[in-house]
């Protein structure tokens, strides 16, 4: 009914368990540095709707917002006239980011995949690159409960004229990404074997790396984020503006590029004395890859734990994993019906550490327990949900 206006520019699609958005925006910055009009759909937001609809790298305004969602709502209107089923809040982000897009008469979209792939409502693109960041077990009510299973969910991005790159994947997970590459038969960009990571060294404020793209080798590369993964996924943004671009980089403006990123709510530090670190980690894995990064960046650091998650996520695990670096726990609520009480939450989290657990009734009275409890010297972790991220963000970010 709207005619289609996703088409008529090229489109990254990115899909994954963790590193979608990291990977989204950095590859956003690259096409921008090349002269490229790009726009950047990503999910969830962390603090405002406009976070989702970005134009190369500002967010929309409001007012921008606000015309996309009235170009949408009267093609929903006529849809509901006619007792189709009600779109989906997802459904019209999309749509509206769609018109979004097409008023800011894009060249290049990177759009970023709500929830597995093969039902999402950005599958309705076909995508000249087509990305799998990595792969976990999430969302298993919706995906599918082993990594083959869900590895198929979110393959199903690619076409039959895509290029796919692939980050780091399970053997499971590899295995049916071949399998997909070679039915179709398209190009596959596989990590450590058509692009990979050289040299990583450890610098003021970030990661300073040599990048083996599929196209060329990038030298002296400076990331200025917390973590080491987040060198994967600039290779990954790389290897998939190479296939978007057909051809390499310029050295220069990659450089550029990767020297402004900036991923908001992926370990970032908003605070001192005590030092306080938020980061999106809401499954088991995103859990496990923030872990090894503290023990890397900060291996004498001991935390006070600030934790909201959702109901559907493995609390146990994600917990499990958390405690040897913590010395206090604070269970919160996040505004989401979804997430686990507090006062729950602190139940299942009693008996996995070894520490005191508590309960703050909302996120900000959780940071003033966590900042008395740390003192001036100590240092507090916020994670187990972006939407918690995005509650503490409205607190420490004037």
């Known amino acids: 009914m709207m005619g289609r206006p996703e088409e008529g520019y090229p489109i990254i699609h990115?899909?994954?368990?963790?590193?979608?958005?990291?990977?989204?925006?950095?590859?956003?910055?690259?096409?921008?540095?090349?002269?490229?009009?790009?726009?950047?759909?990503?999910?969830?937001?962390?603090?405002?709707?406009?976070?989702r609809f970005a134009i190369n790298g500002r967010s929309a305004t409001e007012e921008e917002f606000a015309l996309a969602v009235q170009d949408v709502a009267a093609f929903a209107d006529i849809r509901e006239a006619n007792e189709a089923d009600p779109?989906?809040?997802?459904?019209?982000?999309?749509?509206?980011?769609?018109?979004?897009?097409?008023?800011?008469?894009?060249?290049?979209?990177?759009?970023?995949?709500?929830?597995?792939?093969?039902?999402?409502?950005?599958?309705?693109?076909?995508?000249?690159?087509?990305?799998?960041?990595?792969?976990g077990v999430d969302h298993t009510e919706y995906l599918g409960v082993d990594i083959a299973t869900i590895a198929g969910e979110k393959l199903a991005i690619a076409g039959a004229n895509s290029i796919l790159v692939t980050g780091p994947l399970p053997d499971d997970a590899l295995d049916a990404a071949i399998g997909r590459s070679r039915d179709l038969g398209i190009q596959h960009r596989q990590f450590g074997v058509d692009y990979s990571i050289g040299e990583v060294t450890r610098g003021v404020g970030g990661w300073l790396a040599t990048i083996d793209g599929a196209e060329?080798?990038?030298?002296?590369?400076?990331?200025?984020?917390?973590?080491?993964?987040?060198?994967?996924?600039?290779?990954?943004?790389?290897?998939?503006?190479e296939a978007l671009l057909g051809d390499k980089l310029d050295e220069d403006t990659l450089r550029d590029a990767a020297s402004a990123v900036v991923i908001p709510g992926r370990l970032e530090a908003l605070g001192s004395n005590p030092r306080i670190m938020v980061d999106g980690a809401h499954n088991a894995d995103g859990v496990a890859t923030l872990v090894e990064a503290l023990r890397e960046e900060f291996p004498t650091t001991r935390w006070q734990l600030i934790l909201g998650v959702m109901g559907?996520?493995?609390?146990?695990?994600?917990?499990?994993?958390?405690?040897?670096?913590?010395?206090?726990?604070?269970?919160?609520?996040?505004?989401?019906?979804?997430?686990?009480?507090?006062i729950e939450l602190a139940e299942r989290v009693t008996g996995i550490v070894e520490t005191p657990v508590t309960v703050g009734d909302t996120v900000e009275h959780a940071i003033d327990m966590a900042r008395a409890e740390a003192g001036p010297d100590g240092a507090v972790l916020i994670t187990g949900s972006l939407y918690l991220v995005g509650e503490a963000r409205d607190i420490l970010v004037d």
């Not at 490229?36 to 962390?46: A, N, Q």
């Not at 999309?94 to 060249?107: K, L, R």
């Not at 709500?114 to 990305?131: F, I, P």
């Not at 030298?219 to 943004?237: K, M, S, W, Y």
């Open 216 to 241: 060329d080798t990038y030298e002296d590369i400076f990331l200025p984020l917390h973590g080491r993964f987040q060198v994967t996924n600039l290779a990954t943004a790389i290897a998939s503006a």
């Open 312 to 342: 559907d996520k493995n609390v146990e695990l994600m917990v499990e994993r958390l405690a040897p670096l913590v010395d206090g726990v604070i269970a919160t609520g996040v505004d989401n019906m979804r997430a686990v009480p507090p």
């Open 14 to 51: 990115v899909a994954g368990t963790n590193g979608k958005t990291s990977t989204s925006r950095m590859a956003s910055l690259i096409l921008v540095g090349h002269g490229l009009t790009t726009g950047t759909y990503t999910s969830p937001h962390l603090q405002k709707i406009e976070e």
């Open 87 to 135: 779109n989906t809040y997802f459904e019209l982000a999309t749509a509206s980011a769609f018109a979004f897009f097409a008023e800011q008469a894009v060249n290049a979209l990177v759009l970023e995949v709500g929830l597995g792939g093969r039902l999402d409502a950005t599958n309705v693109v076909d995508a000249e690159v087509c990305v799998v960041t990595s792969i």
